[in-house]
């Protein structure tokens, strides 16, 4: 594979454009690692003030009485998103959605614990725990490769 790049003034934004004989594994894997890796910024609100969010920080992400909330370790923030609004900005290689409800930063987690018969209890490192809804039970087991 060759890469290119070429610099034009005139360009407001970088464009990526793959030119290939046919599609392959490789070039999928390259489309889907490039649509990934672009961040997306998250704006909280709390008691009326807005606050940029880093995605690392966010524990997790849950819907409760209409609002969808992100807790980090300095407090919730409401979000003005939906929840699978949220999903799609949040990095996939570090997120993942575990119910209808909620989603979690796995660089947060400090355990699961998989005793509960048909669903998984996440111990997360602040001391919340979460159940992964037995609809999601299967996804996380194939992202923890059990």
């Known amino acids: 594979m060759k890469i290119e790049v070429k ?3 005139a360009c407001t934004e970088p464009r990526i454009e793959i030119h290939t004989d046919r599609m ?40 409760s009485g209409g609002k969808v909330l992100a807790e980090t370790p300095e407090g919730e923030y409401v979000l003005r998103l939906r929840l699978y609004e949220l999903e799609e900005r949040l990095d996939r290689n570090h997120f993942v959605r575990i119910s209808n409800a909620e989603i979690i930063n796995l660089n947060h987690v400090k355990g699961f614990d998989l005793s509960f018969a048909g669903t998984i209890c996440v111990n997360l490192k602040n001391g919340t725990a979460a159940f992964v809804s037995r609809r ?7 992202v923890l490769g059990i």
Do not use: C, H, M
């Not at 910024?41 to 819907?63: C, K, M, T, W």
């Not at 999601?136 to 194939?142: D, E, N, P, S």
């Open 136 to 142: 999601y039970v299967a996804k996380i087991k194939q």
């Open 7 to 9: 610099l034009d003034s």
């Open 24 to 63: 392959t594994d490789e070039v999928n894997d390259l489309v889907q690692k490039l649509s990934e890796s672009t961040p997306q910024i998250l704006v909280g609100f709390q008691n009326e003030q807005a606050r940029v969010l880093d995605q690392s920080e966010v524990v997790r992400a849950y819907a």
